[in-house]
DNA sequence: GTAGGACTGTCATATTGCTGACATGTTGGT
DNA sequence: ACCAACATGTCAGCAATATGACAGTCCTAC
C-alpha cells in the first residue's frame, strides 16, 4: 500500500496529534496495513505480543473465556482505538483474545519500531500514557457496573455507551448499525442471552428504543438509556 | 527528614531499579514524607490529582462507593506500591477513594517534578509503562473472577492473593498478621459479610486455616486455597 | 475497669437472574 | 429456493447469595 495512504489512515488516531511531519512518515513506514473479516482472531492468550494494533475500521472485541466455556468481554473497539497495547507495556504474552466483530482495517506496527519511537518523541509518550490511563479507568468503571448494577441496569447504560460511542445523532434520537446479537450483549453487560433478550424487550414495550438485527434506533435522548 | 533517609526509603521500589544515584538524589529531594494513620483519607474522587504517591510501609486500600452506600474495593495496596497514579496519566482528579488500612508512611512527590524526571530518565518512563501495565493485567483479572468465579472461589482466591502478597512462610504454612475484617473482605470480593463468615469458617473447620481477628495462618501450602 | 462501639456468628427469608427446553424466526451459501 | 446454521422469544424451575435480625464477643478509649 502507498505510504501516503497509509499516513492518511494514521492521521485518524488522536494519539498522534501534534506528532511532527516527519515523525508521522517514520510511523507510517514502520506500519502494515491488513483487513480482517468478522470472527478472524487477531491474537490469542499466550500468543506472543510483539505488535501494537491500530483500529482504522470496523469493530474488535477483547475478550476471555473461562474453562468451562463462558465468556466474558472486556471491551468493544471502533475506529481509532488501539489494542494489543500489552506489548508496549512490559509484557511478552497476550492475555486476551482479539476477535473482529466487524470487518476491520487495521495498522500493526512491531513494538520495538514503536518503542523507539517513543524515545524520540515524549509527546507520544505522554499520550500513551494518556491513553493507558483511559482504559484503567473504563475498566475500573466497568468493575463498578458488576458490583453496583443489577443486569437490566448493566445491559442499559451498556447501550447508552454504545449507542454514545458507535451511534449517529438523528432529528428524533440515535441510531446504530449494524446491531450486535443478544450473545454479544450478554458477554458485555455478564448477563445471561435471555435476560438481554427481555430487557431489549421491555425497552422496546415502552417506545423507548427499537430494534432489529440491523439496527438498534434510540427514541430521544441519550438519559432515557440512564440507570 | 534527612535527604539520605528518604534516599533509602525510596530505594524500595522496584520501579526506580537501575536508576543513576544522581537521579535518585534528585527523586528524594522532591518527595517529601508522610504518616498517616488508620482510617485517614489521602484523597477522595474529584480531588484534584496533583501528586503520586509511594507506600513504603502500611495497607493502603483503594476503594469506591456507590450511591445507595456500598462499597466495593479495587484495590489493597502493601509496601512498596505507587498510588495516586492518574496524576501522571493526564486526569486531573481522582476517580477512587484511598484509605489508610494499616498505618502507613507514603512519600509524596509532585506530579510534575515526576514527569520531568520521566523525560529525563527513558528507563523511569518504561518502568512505569510496565508498572501501569501491571496495574491493568491485576484489575482485568479482577473482572473475570467477578464473572468467573462464585462468591466462595472469590474468597478463597482472595485469601490467596492476600497470604502470598503479605505473609510469611512458617516451617508448615503461612503466616499473615495482622488480619482482615470479614467486611474488608467482602468489599474486596464483591460478597456480603455474612457469606465471607461463613466460607472462612468452612475453611477452618476443614483445617485449612486457623483465623482470629489478628492473624491468618494457612496450614500447608498456597494451592489448597485454588479454586 | 467499664461502657459503648465495632466485629463475629447464625439463622430464616426473599429475590434475582441463570439454566434448560423448546418453538419460532432469519439468513446466507450453494 | 432450499436447507442448515444461527438467532430470537418465552417460560418454568432452581440455586446462589443477599438481606435483615439479633445475640454474643471483643476491643479500646475514657
Known amino acids: 500500500m502507498a505510504e501516503k495512504t497509509k499516513l492518511w489512515y494514521l492521521q485518524n488516531f488522536n494519539m498522534f496529534d501534534g506528532m511532527s511531519p516527519k515523525m508521522m512518515m517514520e510511523l507510517a513506514e514502520n506500519t502494515s496495513m491488513q483487513n480482517n473479516s468478522k470472527k478472524e482472531i487477531i491474537y490469542f492468550p499466550e500468543d506472543a505480543s510483539n505488535t501494537i494494533y491500530f ?31 500489552s506489548a508496549i507495556l512490559g509484557q511478552d504474552t497476550h492475555d486476551n483474545i482479539a476477535e473482529v466483530v466487524e470487518d476491520a482495517i487495521v495498522c500493526a506496527m512491531d513494538k520495538r519500531d514503536f518503542q523507539d519511537l517513543m524515545e524520540k518523541s515524549p509527546n507520544l509518550t505522554m499520550s500513551v500514557n494518556k491513553f493507558i490511563g483511559w482504559r484503567l479507568r473504563k475498566i475500573q468503571a466497568h468493575v463498578e457496573d458488576l458490583v453496583f448494577k443489577n443486569a437490566s441496569q448493566r445491559i442499559t447504560s451498556f447501550l447508552h455507551r454504545y ?65
Do not use: C
Open 163 to 227: 449507542v454514545e460511542t458507535f451511534g449517529k445523532k438523528m432529528v428524533d434520537g440515535w441510531m446504530v448499525r449494524p446491531f450486535l446479537t443478544h450473545q454479544e450483549i450478554a458477554d458485555l453487560t455478564a448477563t445471561a442471552r435471555q435476560t438481554v433478550n427481555q430487557v431489549l424487550n421491555e425497552l422496546a414495550e415502552q417506545d423507548v428504543i427499537k430494534f432489529s438485527r440491523r439496527f438498534l434506533q434510540l427514541k430521544g435522548e441519550l438519559d432515557q438509556l440512564e440507570s
Open 55 to 85: 483500529l482504522k475500521a470496523g469493530k474488535i472485541k477483547i475478550y476471555r473465556l473461562s474453562e468451562d466455556g463462558k465468556t466474558t468481554t472486556l471491551q468493544l473497539l471502533g475506529p481509532g482505538e488501539i489494542f494489543g497495547e
